[in-house]
Structures are given as structure tokens and as C-alpha cells.
């Protein structure tokens, strides 16, 4: 396993982060068995970063990781997200000092432990003051509760001014193949300020898992079958809308092939391209069970020439597929 600096944290992270969204149950169906295997899998191979939300499955996936880890939690080091999801909150958004402190309760309580390792605001919450939201996070880790803090989608603007209130520790954001916005204002800050980086998104949602074809099916209950819609989110239009899903699927075939040439499967070099940013600290996946973390684990230990780089690119180019999505994360 490839360990990486978590910013300015005491913490070393792995390089490939076990992402829990899809056992929240957003996803389609999840085997649970193959899941608490995947979670061991995933010990057994050095992976140490494992990322929660209370809006997946608002607890679900929590206690979902929890009851996996069992006794192991100690060997790893856990996120989770609080601030969304609330359906009595203007927007679902709900970011005020009561819901840090009732929130972080929960979530301590559904994942059987004493402490989070960091802890980050989901979405922002135009409702609150940043400076409530941050003095209350504050609250929490000198009460020991959260080791760190963090933020994630949130714009640069609205960094700086959390960063002027307290230290951000770590941030979160869509980072693969298809969506490069990040590159252009977040990741230079985040350089710069030596905050810890994690990558979601990191396999494009599935679309660079190399095994969705026309005609895809996905079951009624998987966002991904409303071709790209889901609420105001901006983040999945331009790889499953109608338009953008053939040319992607066809970009797809060809990366494969660049794949090939290193004896790789896709999901391995869709990942170690995201890895080849050294401001990423941790690349986030959804494993459904022990094969794919296996599978997955392919990607280190190894690179990606400049050239094949660029071609990268130039595959995508070729067959029009949008990599820098217009507009923000949401409307």
C-alpha cells in the first residue's frame, strides 16, 4: 500500500480510500455479506481511509461501516460528513451550531466510537454563518470528540473564509477523468495551504469501471438511472445525460486499450491517474465486495508515461466528451 500526508494532520493515509456511499443504499442493491468482507479485504491490504456521510442513508451507511469494522476500528482512520439531507431544513441544508452538535452525537453513536478522525461539512449551508458552523466544529474537537475538521464542495471563496475563521484540515471533491474543474482554483489553494485532499468520484460514479454498455439498465432505485438528474447537482449531467452517456461509453473502449498496454484494467489506470496529482492524498472507491478492492490495489506501484498522459486527453477530446462541466458543483 502507497501511504500519503493528510495535509498538516498527524494522519498518513492510503493512497486508495474505501468510499461507503453506495452501502447507504442510493446505489442500486448492496450484498451486506460482501460488503463486511470487502471492509476486511480492504484492512487485510493496508487500506486505512474509510469515508462515511450521515446523509448516506442519513445513518445507514454508519452503522453499515460500524458493524463491518467491528473490532478493527482502531486500524483505521474514519471520515464522515454531516450538514445534508434534512427534509424539514430550507434546501435540506442545515450547517447551525445545534446540528453539529446533535449530528456529531449520532454519528458517534452509529459508528460505535469514541472519536472521528475528521470530520467534514457535506454541502455548504447558505442559511448559516460560516462562523457559527466553524466555532461549533471547534467546539467539538477540543471536546475530543473530532481530531479534525474539513469541508467539502464548498467554493474557493467560501474556503478562504472558513480559513480565516480556523484551520481547514482536509477537503473533499470530484476528481476523475471527467470532471477536471478542481484543478483550476481548488487544487492550487489546496497546495499552497497544505490541506489534505481527498478525491470522490474517483471511478466516475461507474462510468470508468469499464463494465456499463449502451442500453444500460440500472435498477429503479439507483440515481444513476435518471440519466444524470439529481436535484440541483451539477455533477453528473455531462456523464449520464442522454447526449453525453454514448460518446463517454465510446471514450471508454479506447481507454481500455490504453489500459491493455500496461496490463491494467481500466478502474486500476483510472486510478492511477487520479493518484498521478500529488495533491490528491486519498482516492476514494466503492467496493461491493472482496474482488474489488483486490482488483483496485492494481493501481500502485506503478505509472502512467507523460505521453499516455496526453493521450488520455486526446481520447477524450476525440469523442467530445465534456471534462470540465460547466458551472459549479450544484445550481
Not at 456521510?53 to 474514519?78: F, K, W
Not at 499552497?192 to 461507474?206: C, K, N, T
Not at 445525460?241 to 486499450?257: I, Q
Request: aromatic share 10%; glycine share 10%; charged share 25%.
Amino acid at each position: 500500500m502507497e501511504y500519503r500526508s493528510f495535509g498538516k494532520t498527524d494522519i498518513k493515509v492510503s493512497a486508495i480510500g474505501f468510499g461507503c456511499w453506495e452501502v447507504g443504499g442510493t446505489y442500486g442493491r448492496i450484498d451486506r455479506g460482501q460488503f463486511d468482507r470487502a471492509v476486511h479485504q480492504a484492512i487485510d491490504s493496508g487500506i486505512t481511509c474509510f469515508d462515511t456521510a450521515e446523509a448516506y442513508g442519513m445513518g445507514v451507511s454508519e452503522e453499515a461501516l460500524a458493524e463491518a469494522l467491528g473490532p478493527r476500528r482502531n486500524q483505521v482512520s474514519i471520515v464522515t460528513k454531516f450538514g445534508v439531507g434534512y427534509d424539514d431544513m430550507p434546501g435540506r441544508r442545515d450547517s447551525s451550531r445545534s446540528r453539529v452538535t446533535a449530528s456529531v452525537d449520532k454519528s458517534l453513536r452509529r459508528l460505535r466510537t469514541d472519536h472521528i478522525d475528521s470530520y467534514l461539512v457535506h454541502w455548504p449551508d447558505p442559511a448559516t454563518p460560516l462562523d457559527e458552523t466553524i466555532v461549533a466544529l471547534d467546539e467539538i474537537v477540543r471536546q475530543g470528540k473530532v481530531r479534525y475538521i474539513g469541508v467539502s464542495n464548498f467554493r474557493l471563496g467560501q474556503i478562504e473564509e472558513c480559513m480565516r475563521l480556523r484551520r481547514i484540515d482536509v477537503v473533499q471533491y470530484a476528481w476523475n477523468m471527467f470532471d477536471r474543474r478542481m484543478q483550476a482554483e481548488i487544487f492550487p489553494y489546496c497546495t499552497r495551504e497544505q490541506i489534505g485532499v481527498m478525491a470522490y468520484g474517483s471511478l466516475a460514479y461507474g462510468m470508468l469501471s469499464g463494465t456499463f454498455h449502451r442500453g444500460m439498465q440500472f435498477d429503479e432505485n439507483d440515481w444513476r438511472s435518471k440519466g444524470g438528474m439529481l436535484g440541483n447537482l451539477n455533477l453528473f449531467r455531462t456523464l449520464f445525460g442522454p447526449e453525453h452517456f454514448p460518446r463517454n461509453l465510446a471514450a471508454v473502449d479506447e481507454l481500455k486499450r490504453l489500459a491493455a498496454k500496461y496490463g491494467k484494467t481500466l478502474p486500476q489506470f483510472a486510478l492511477r491517474w487520479i493518484l498521478s496529482n500529488p495533491v490528491v492524498s486519498t482516492a476514494l472507491v466503492g467496493f461491493r465486495g472482496p474482488a474489488e478492492v483486490t482488483e483496485n490495489i492494481g493501481a500502485l506501484g506503478w505509472s502512467i508515461s507523460d505521453a499516455d498522459m496526453a493521450e488520455v486527453d486526446a481520447v477524450l477530446a476525440r469523442h467530445q466528451c465534456v471534462t470540465v462541466p460547466p458551472g459549479w458543483l450544484e445550481d
